[in-house]
């Protein structure tokens, strides 16, 4: 197994080798994730001034509690208001959860197929 610098903190991590497990957050690799996140909220990962001046589509399930819809949305207005991010659209999938694209799929390609043609 190969082993480097984590993408944040810089701390060393193992890299994740393909494989059948329920999770790939086994003990050393869930450490390593919990350090990212703890240094991203104590403001020690230094932002990177970058924008993405193409069209970007975010969609969520309505339905989705891991990844809820509002928490898209308040990313997307965040984005807009600071300009990194200045031409972002949130669409939900009605009734979709966390999986809406295996759940709904003609609505997911409905909206992706109506946000290309767009384009």
Same mark, same amino acid.
């Given at each position: 197994?190969?082993?480097?610098?984590?993408?944040?903190?810089?701390?060393?991590?193992?890299? *994740?080798?393909? #494989?059948?497990? /329920?999770? =790939? @957050?086994?003990?050393?690799?869930? &450490?390593?994730?919990?350090?990212? $996140?703890?240094?991203?909220?104590?403001?020690?990962?230094?932002? *990177?001034?970058? #924008?993405?001046? /193409?069209? =970007? @589509?975010?969609?969520?399930?309505? &339905?989705?509690?891991?990844?809820? $819809?509002?928490?898209?949305?308040?990313?997307?207005?965040?984005?807009?208001?600071?300009?990194?991010?200045?031409? =972002?659209?949130?669409?939900?999938?009605?009734?979709?959860?966390?999986?809406?694209?295996?759940?709904?799929?003609?609505?997911?390609?409905?909206?992706?197929?109506?946000?290309?043609?767009?384009?």
């Amino acid at each position: 197994m190969a082993a480097g610098k984590g993408l944040r903190t810089g701390q060393s991590c193992e890299a *994740i080798p393909f #494989t059948k497990q /329920k999770s =790939v @957050l086994t003990p050393p690799r869930y &450490k390593s994730a919990i350090r990212n $996140i703890d240094a991203e909220r104590e403001g020690q990962v230094p932002l *990177i001034n970058y #924008t993405i001046t /193409k069209p =970007v @589509l975010f969609i969520g399930g309505d &339905k989705d509690y891991a990844t809820p $819809i509002e928490g898209m949305m308040q990313l997307a207005e965040q984005g807009k208001h600071q300009g990194w991010l200045p031409n =972002v659209e949130v669409k939900a999938v009605q009734g979709g959860s966390h999986w809406f694209m295996l759940e709904k799929p003609d609505e997911t390609f409905a909206l992706l197929d109506g946000f290309a043609n767009a384009l």
